[in-house]
């Protein structure tokens, strides 16, 4: 199926490793659960067409791995990434305390980024850490929180519907900014041609 370039959306999984990123991916992409997957080594893309309300987006997604003797492969792909989803595992505090540095690196190569926070491994309900340590870790951060599952399918297509409306309204955003800039421009450039014309007659005159 094509999709028009236009309707084409990057956006890049980030966090430490074994958080569920690359079953996230799987599950996105190809609709399926493994429960044993290798660790991705650099970074993993495909592209998926997506329908949601009512168009068809092209959606570029990037699994990136976790480890630190990746990040100079993966700073790479920052700068191009449309929207982030920071995913950290549910069960694990140290990926929840990463989550800020994650958005850190992030901001260093994005000025306004569109981020998602996911919390993973929802499904794992005995093992996870109690509400009141995740929404204290995430008190200070503001951007949107899902908890999601890759096993059971809780919540994915949600946080990329969810990332689409914030890139599209940024998308938007930006248009409308262009438009008054350009609006402004030609007020400038009338206002400069009125007076050339009063200079010209003036001229005349004398």
């Known amino acids: ?15 430490e490793t074994d958080v569920g990123k690359t079953s996230i991916f799987e599950r996105f992409v190809h609709n ?14 495909e592209a998926k067409p997506f329908k949601y309300k ?4 092209s959606i570029h997604l990037f699994d ?3 480890q630190e003797r990746f990040r100079s492969i993966i700073n790479n792909f920052f700068r191009m ?5 920071v995913v950290f595992d549910l069960t694990n505090e ?3 305390n990463a989550v800020k540095e994650w958005i850190d690196t992030i901001k260093e190569f994005s000025e306004d980024p569109r981020i998602i926070i996911l919390g993973n ?15 204290s870790k995430l008190e200070n951060i503001n951007y949107s929180f899902i908890k999601t599952s890759a096993k059971t399918n809780k919540n994915i297509k949600q946080a990329f519907e969810k990332m689409i409306d914030l890139v599209e309204n940024n998308i938007n955003e930006e248009v409308e900014q262009e438009k008054i800039l350009r609006k402004n421009n030609s ?10 014309k009063e200079k010209n007659k003036s001229k005349q005159c004398c």
């Open 64 to 66: 990136t791995a976790g």
């Open 121 to 135: 491994k929802d499904d794992l309900a005995k093992k996870k850490m109690p509400d009141d340590i995740v929404d």
């Open 1 to 15: 199926m094509e999709v028009d370039k236009k309707n084409e959306i990057k956006l890049l999984l980030l966090g």
């Open 81 to 85: 990434g449309q929207g982030f989803f």
């Open 94 to 96: 140290n990926s929840l």
């Open 187 to 196: 007020i400038v450039l009338d206002k400069t041609k009125h007076k050339n």
């Open 32 to 45: 399926k659960f493994m429960e044993k997957i290798s660790a991705s080594i650099g970074v993993d893309f």
């Open 54 to 57: 009512n168009k068809t987006y």
